[in-house]
């Protein structure tokens, strides 16, 4: 079975500009969440979505945002990109998102920010 | 929300020796707790999880214990190998997959 797959893997944009990340979650998860992981902050989570429905979210501000599409599939968003953005940004996908889920990590999206 | 602690400071042990990482955290108890591995530019890998009724899980040479009473968890590694070093994170179960995560702790198993 494929497991989360994440697209670039790597990639380099300027300040004021805007980026796509892509997931593809494993075959059958419905639940894909987005995690921001920084050497001062850690991992921290972005949002949630299930069955193209954003169910939670994390304290990011407005520039952070994505979707998901009826196949699972999920981008994530952002625009007028910071210095600050500059991460691994991480997709996860679980059959469910109950108490107890086991979540299931890609590689992650390498943002550099200039 | 949940404030979760690890031990920053990376573990340094012999190969063949038992490794303890600690997980402390703040607030309120959570239903479950996770380990999960992380190795250098890779997502985090799932390892084990605990329910708070549960005080010890082990699966092959790992051992978690979760203690609600001192809110912390000790994550053990029996026999550790030079293949074992990386980077070890606790995480707390949020509604709907958000989970709050430690900083991790860095082991090195030398040979």
């Known amino acids: 079975k494929a497991g989360v797959t994440q697209t670039p893997r790597y990639l380099i944009k300027t300040r004021g500009q805007q980026v796509t990340l892509s997931c593809s979650p494993i075959?059958?998860?419905?639940?894909v969440s987005w995690y921001q992981q920084t050497p001062g902050q850690g991992l921290q989570f972005l949002f949630e979505?299930?069955?193209?429905?954003?169910?939670n979210k994390g304290n990011f501000p407005g520039r952070f945002s994505g979707r998901q599409f009826s196949n699972s599939r999920s981008e994530m968003n952002v625009s007028t990109l910071e210095l600050g953005d500059s991460a691994l940004y991480l997709c996860?996908?679980?059959?469910?998102?109950?108490?107890?889920?086991?979540?299931?990590f890609g590689e992650g999206s390498w943002l550099t920010v200039v | 929300s949940q404030k979760i602690e690890q031990n920053s400071e990376a573990l340094n042990i012999q190969e063949g020796k038992t490794a303890t990482l600690t997980c402390n955290y703040t607030n309120y108890s959570p239903a479950y707790l996770q380990w999960y591995r992380q190795d250098p530019g890779r997502g985090p890998v799932f390892l084990l999880l605990i329910r708070e009724n549960e005080k010890e899980k082990r699966k092959e040479r790992l051992k978690v214990t979760f203690d609600t009473t001192l809110k912390q968890s000790l994550f053990h590694i029996t026999a550790s190998q030079p293949a074992d070093s990386a980077t070890y994170l606790c995480a707390l179960d949020g509604n709907f997959n958000k989970f709050y995560f430690g900083s991790g702790t860095k082991l090195n198993v030398k040979p």
């Open positions: 979505y299930f069955s193209e429905t954003q169910r």
């Open positions: 996860a996908s679980s059959l469910s998102s109950g108490l107890g889920n086991t979540i299931y």
């Open positions: 075959s059958g998860h419905r639940s």
